[in-house]
């Protein structure tokens, strides 16, 4: 025995169908993945700005700066020579303003600039 399907019951799975995909489009952008990868752009493009304002400063040339690889935040790492130059490198990222959280792992080593 086979049953057909009836024009009201193909209206109904159109409605349903609809309904799904609406609520599919509505919800999509606020999905994590889809949120988590926003914010990773995010902290790739501001890595990108933070190397350039730090590349011709001979004080930063031990420092590595990382995001958006693997992680929603802004990484800041390496050394300084000088407690004065971390707190310049501090101030030269919080003023750049960045849209994700930065996550800094510097540490002030004299020894590592002697040659």
């Known amino acids: 025995m086979t049953k057909n399907i009836t024009q009201g019951g193909l209206i109904k799975i ?3 169908t609809a309904c ?3 609520a599919y ?8 993945a889809v ?3 926003k914010n990773m752009v995010l902290a790739k493009e501001h890595s990108l700005i ?3 304002l730090i590349c011709n400063d ?18 800041v790492g390496g050394f300084v020579k000088t407690d004065n130059d971390l707190v310049a490198l501090q101030k030269l990222v919080s ?6 959280p930065v996550k800094y792992q510097i540490q002030v080593e004299p ?3 002697e040659e």
Not at 58 to 75: D, L, N, P, W
């Open 14 to 16: 159109f409605i349903l």
């Open 50 to 52: 933070l190397k350039r």
């Open 25 to 32: 489009m509505a919800f999509y952008p606020y999905m994590p």
């Open 35 to 37: 949120t988590q990868r």
């Open 58 to 75: 001979a004080r930063f040339k031990k420092i590595v700066i990382s995001g958006g690889s693997t992680s929603e935040k802004i990484y």
């Open 111 to 113: 020894l590592a600039f």
């Open 20 to 22: 799904l995909v609406l």
């Open 95 to 100: 003023e750049s303003k960045p849209p994700r």
